[in-house]
């Protein structure tokens, strides 16, 4: 018989998912008792206090805490000698380790079982080697290594004779390492500055130990940090007595083009100042040589550890701002004194990026457009409008006539048309009527709408960056990628730059780094020869286009008398000029590149103890191109006025240049390398006394080569041909009858500078409390006098830091979180280039006329006593932060000595030369620079505003200096002829105005108050009546940063401001009928003058002469007015696109910002000049840059 089941077989849905809960459920519960079982098996704690028992009494007591047993030989535990113990709650392992300590026993755990036996004499021998290290990194949440954490390790039991805490920063890969510790547990704490601080328990038994340590970001975020680097080594910020400053992070990552950009206004003390191409000219804390234009006045810029050569290129330039991890600014001689005779006018440190030990591939791009409009032709070309120059012209013919007053032709004697027609007019061939058409005519043209349609361009720069970074346990890799293309402000005028960086830094064995980088820039840059100076010498009338969009004919010279003179059609080209027709048929070209390359070995020798040996190997090449061809006026005139012409029979112009294009070329090398050998020395003793030392030496060497070749006549640049002399290059005669010289010779430069360098550098600190410090360099240089005493200089430093909070009787003031008293005093120095220990001789590049021999000039007489420049500082400081580090920030006060500075001293004639340079002057700077901060999370993180700001004061006076006499010409020229002693060096001195004399002429106030008229410049000492107006250089200077974070928005602005100055405004420039140098638009302010109060216009041509008035009006005391400015720097935008959002397109970060610079400029003179851009110079406009940052 047969059963059928009409049930499917297997059970319902609903008791297969009750059971599978259950067994999930259950796994969980296994694996969290087996987890817990394990823990109370590895986390069993002992307590014991007992003084001279046996072992198997230690073990018994064991026992009943732990529930251990023990497996030993009986006989075997009687024969050791009893022992003392206390602890505390401690591991039951470290218990084992301090019983069995000298006992020749050891221990194995078995289950819950002790087995104790003897050591064999393999183990016994081992056991010589059992401390071990605890070692690992610190990272961010984001995997980047954190530089400079501070990473603390003590005993949690004191032990004897033994350190019992160790204090240490994370390296440059965010690692860190503790060696030779001895079996114990410890507490490991990790802080940085901005992120929460992180603590764990390692308990060592002997074996090495390395953890990964991750900090996240806390709810506050401070401005300091905690560790400082001078390019040798790195200091702990809380035991640096040197004065410094560091840039902050969020303020490097802004879209940027240079380090110079993030550098202003962030950094009490420092100015930076824009020449007018563009080149940062950086000053740090005053004026230190008397060479101010030299470029030995600029601070020191290092990079990873190595200065990087300051040329006449923008040395900033050669760093991939992108590429910047860190920046600090070394500013007294406790910082900065390390680097001896380059240091005096300070040290602008700066740290790469580099790849992260452990870290996967991470990508990061970057790109932003920047962009601003034209700049203003009027206050650029600072001229007067077309009706006030022709009225003015008119003027000054019939006042005090015009230049050529005959019918002959004057070579390189521009006149202007206005200036032509009226004395063509005189001369009989133009009509009253027709003078006065072309006369109205040329007052309503305009050409500045001209000018900015063909001339100019809104300038637009786009950058791309792109990096890769990671590595392994043993190695690390970062490659970065930067391409920028910039369009000036004149049309066809840009800029390309690339650079690629590739660092790396391997763990070759335990007791073996190595690091190589290579560094590789190239920057072209395409100019066409239009500048400011082609339109400040165009008058306003000079239009570029004819109505009917045909180029205009700007004449250069007199053409009337000129086609007068000789037919210019007879000519071998036409004498026509127009600034369109320039841009486009000429072509500069500089091409720059620059090599760095550095390689290293680091040997870990001793726990502490490291040997650093570095190379860098620096290699700049400058080629410059400019080809013209034969549609330019620069050719078409050298051609034709070089040409010979026969007066008596045929009267034909015979050119002796061949026909067609001109290229000049030349080359510039620079190749620098440094080899350094360095000790570093870090260890602290019995948890009380923490020693850094460093020491070593070093090489440099630097050869500069040049070459230029002549002039290349006849070029054609697309079949690379050359043209030939017509008539030889050597015995022709122009034109107008003068012998013309044709270079055909080549032009070689060279130089070498060599420097030998010794340092040493050491910090003790005693309970982390009190700091000493101090660092000794010598310096050598083939730059210097060969006496050893003037060759070799000692520079060197000593500091002093106090800890005031670590005192006991402030460590209840709960309201002072840090109070740090810093003094110091040391010596820096520099060198100048220019200046030789030797005669030196300049070689003519042409022989002689008659003799045919060539001859030579001297070119220096030479300084056989030529030593370093020093500058001697002292500084006092004082760092401090209250509630909880929302308030924080540093004051410190300097006053920095220089003597044996290089100066242009009297001598007596009978020398040959009235001059020399001597060190021989001194310079005495006096200062206080002031820094706030504070962060305030008004919403915990969600909310912060974190504001900061600088001040400081700077006043600069010349304490030596011999001048036997100081005759106002030379005082009222700013320079090195006007510096006298007592002053300060950018002092202006001048004329002070005095109204008319009886006779109606104007006059100045002389000696005694006497008046004088403006004739001869006077010759007598000028200290005695010329007015001192102010010092050019502005010894106030303030710095304003604030930035809020709103959630995902960062708002952040930078506000400047420049007090206690005075700057050369706008002045009439008086020019002469039919000179190029045209009236400025400040001829309404001198027509409509008061002539008791300012110089106007002379009224008598006949008793007077005119040409005085030029020389005298710049240096009229009313010119020079208040500099006072405060400039909105800044502001910047940034949003950060929401993680979760991106990680559904496995992307890690994103930024978008919107950021404008030189936004609004308010200024105190009633002109309304920015003193940094006056009128007559281009001022930068607002610009305006959008960015993305991209992170995967």
């Keep these: 018989m047969y059963k059928f089941y009409t049930r499917k077989p297997g059970m319902p849905k609903g008791y297969i998912h009750k059971i599978w809960l259950i067994m999930r459920l259950t796994t969980i519960i296994l694996i969290v008792t087996l987890m817990q079982v394990s823990a109370a098996g590895l986390a069993q704690r002992v307590t ?46 470290l218990v084992l380790q301090k019983c069995l300590e000298g006992q020749s026993l050891e221990y194995s755990i078995e289950d819950k079982m002790v087995v104790i036996k003897e050591k064999t004499i393999f183990n016994r021998i081992g056991s010589f080697f059992d401390k071990a290290s605890i070692s690992g990194s610190v990272v961010d949440t984001a995997g980047a290594p954190l530089v400079g954490a501070t990473v603390a390790l003590e005993t949690r039991q004191p032990l004897a004779n033994v350190p019992n805490s160790y204090v240490t920063q994370t390296n440059e890969f965010g690692e860190f390492g503790f060696g030779n510790l001895p079996p114990a547990e410890y507490k490991l704490t990790v802080t940085y500055i901005g992120y929460l601080a992180q603590q764990s328990y390692v308990t060592l038994t002997g074996k090495d130990v390395r953890q990964r340590i991750t900090l996240s970001t806390g709810q506050m975020q401070l401005s300091t940090v905690n560790v400082v680097n001078n390019g040798y080594q790195q200091i702990s910020a809380e035991r640096a007595t040197g004065s410094f400053d560091l840039l902050k992070k969020s303020q490097i990552e802004k879209p940027n083009q240079s380090l110079a950009e993030r550098l202003v206004g962030t950094v009490a003390g420092m100015q930076v100042r824009y020449d007018v191409d563009g080149i940062p000219k950086i000053q740090i804390r005053g004026q230190t040589t008397l060479y101010a234009n030299n470029q030995n006045n600029e601070p020191l810029l290092v990079v990873d550890g190595f200065a990087i050569r300051n040329t006449s290129l923008n040395y900033f330039n050669s760093v991939n701002p992108n590429d910047i991890e860190t920046v600090t600014v070394l500013k007294d001689a406790a910082a900065a004194s390390i680097w001896g005779a380059r240091a005096a006018n300070g040290v602008i440190v700066v740290t790469t990026k580099k790849g992260g030990r452990n870290a996967p591939l991470k990508v990061e791009f970057s790109a932003f457009t ?13 001229l007067a409008s ?42 009989g061939f133009l009509t009253n009527n027709q003078l006065s058409a072309r006369l109205a005519q040329l007052k309503t043209q305009d050409n500045r709408s001209q000018i900015a349609d063909y001339l100019l361009s809104a300038p637009v720069t786009t950058q791309y960056n792109l990096t890769l970074s990671g590595g392994t346990n043993r190695m690390n890799n970062l490659v970065s990628v930067l391409a920028e293309q910039s369009q000036t402000n004149f049309t ?15 763990n070759v064995y335990k007791w073996l780094d190595v690091y190589a980088s290579t560094t590789l820039n190239y920057q072209k840059n395409n100019n066409n020869g239009v500048g400011l100076y082609y339109l400040q010498s165009l008058s306003p009338y000079e239009m570029l286009k004819n109505p009917d969009g045909s180029l205009t004919d700007i004449h250069q010279y007199y053409q009337p008398i000129l086609d007068r003179t000789v037919p210019l059609s007879m000519f071998p080209y036409s004498f026509s000029y127009n600034p369109i027709q320039e841009r486009e048929n000429q072509s500069i070209t500089e091409n720059n590149i620059t090599a760095r390359l550095q390689a290293g070995l680091t040997f870990k020798i001793l726990p502490g103890l490291t040997f650093d040996t570095k190379v860098q190997y620096e290699n700049l090449s400058m080629v410059n191109k400019n080809y013209r061809n034969d549609q330019t006026f620069y ?46 020395f870090t260890r602290m003793f019995a948890d009380k006394h923490e020693i850094n030392i460093v020491a070593g030496a070093e090489v440099n060497n630097a050869v500069t080569q040049s070459y230029t070749n002549p002039t290349t006549y006849g070029y054609n640049e697309n079949t690379l041909n050359v043209g030939s002399f017509p008539n030889g290059p050597t015995g022709t005669t122009g034109w107008y009858g003068y012998g013309n010289y044709f270079n055909y010779t080549n032009s070689f430069g060279y130089a070498t500078r060599r420097f030998f360098s010794m340092f040493a550098n050491a910090s003790y600190t005693y309970l982390n409390k009190y700091t000493l410090s101090g660092s000794y360099r010598t310096d050598a240089s083939n730059l210097i006098a060969k006496e050893p005493k003037y060759r070799y200089s000692p520079f060197y430093s000593m500091g002093l830091g106090y800890d005031i909070t670590k005192e006991e009787f402030l460590k209840n003031v709960s309201w002072l979180s840090r109070l740090n008293l810093r003094a110091t005093y040391g010596y820096t120095g520099n060198v100048d280039n220019l200046t030789s220990p030797y005669t030196l001789l300049s070689y003519n590049t042409r022989a002689d006329n008659y003799t045919k021999d060539y001859t030579a000039t001297i070119a220096d007489n030479g300084n056989p006593t030529l030593t370093w420049e020093k500058t001697g500082t002292f500084n006092l400081g004082l760092d401090f932060a209250m509630f909880g580090n929302k308030l924080y920030g540093k004051i410190d006060v300097y006053n920095k000595k220089g003597k044996d500075l290089l100066a242009q001293i009297a001598i007596p004639s009978v020398n040959g030369v009235s001059v020399q340079r001597f060190n021989n002057a001194g310079l005495d700077n006096k200062g206080i620079e002031i820094t706030l901060g504070t962060v305030i999370p008004l919403k915990g993180n969600d909310i912060v505003w974190n504001g900061s700001f600088n001040a400081s004061y700077n006043k600069t006076r010349i304490t030596k200096l011999f001048n036997p006499s100081s005759p106002a010409y030379a005082l009222v020229n700013t320079g090195q002829g006007s510096y006298r002693e007592g002053y300060d060096p950018n002092t202006v001195f001048a004329f002070e105005y005095a109204g008319l004399d009886n006779a109606g002429n104007p006059t100045v106030v002389g000696p005694n108050g006497t008046r004088l008229q403006l004739s001869n410049f006077p010759s007598m000492d000028g200290l005695g009546f010329l007015k001192n107006a102010g010092t050019l250089n502005p010894p106030y200077i303030l710095g304003m940063t604030n930035s809020f974070k709103i959630y995902d928005f960062n708002l952040s602005f930078i506000l400047i401001a420049k007090f206690g100055g005075v700057f050369k405004a706008q002045y009439f420039n008086y020019p002469q009928s039919g000179s190029v140098n045209l009236p400025n638009s400040k001829i309404s302010a001198v027509l409509n003058a008061d002539p008791s109060k300012m110089l106007t216009l002379p009224t008598d041509p006949n008793t007077y002469s005119y040409g005085n008035w030029i020389g005298y009006y710049p240096y009229l005391s009313y010119n020079y007015v208040n500099a006072n400015l405060a400039r909105l720097q800044e502001v910047n935008l940034s949003y950060n696109i929401s993680r979760q959002l991106l990680s559904k397109l496995g992307v890690h970060g994103a930024q978008l910002t919107l950021q404008g610079n030189n936004l609004y400029t308010v200024v105190a003179n009633k002109t309304g000049e920015d003193p940094e851009y006056p009128i007559g110079t281009i001022k930068p406009r607002a610009q305006y840059t959008f960015g993305i940052k991209v992170e995967l």
Excluded: C
């Design 635 to 680: 050719v078409r005139n050298a051609v034709n006025t070089t040409s010979s012409w026969d007066q008596t029979l045929t009267g034909n112009v015979t050119p002796n240049l061949p026909l067609g294009g001109m290229l000049d070329q030349s080359r510039t090398t620079v190749e620098t390398y440094n080899i350094r050998n360095q000790a570093n």
């Design 370 to 382: 920047r962009f601003s409009p034209k700049f203003n032709v009027g206050y650029a070309t600072g």
């Design 48 to 93: 014991l206090n007992q003084n001279k028992v046996s072992l198997e009494k230690l073990f018994r007591q064991i026992h009943n805490q732990t529930g251990y047993d023990f497996l030993y030989n009986r006989e075997l535990l009687s024969k050791k000698k009893p022992i003392s113990i206390a602890v505390k709650d401690e591991a039951l392992e």
């Design 492 to 506: 066809g005028s840009d800029s390309r730059k690339y650079a690629v960086n590739y660092r790396t830094t391997a």
């Design 386 to 427: 077309s009706a006030q120059t022709v009225d003015y012209e008119q003027l000054s013919f019939n006042k005090w006539g015009a230049f050529p007053n005959s019918g002959s032709f004057y070579e390189n004697y521009r006149t202007s048309e206005a200036t032509v027609a009226l004395n063509e007019n005189r001369l």
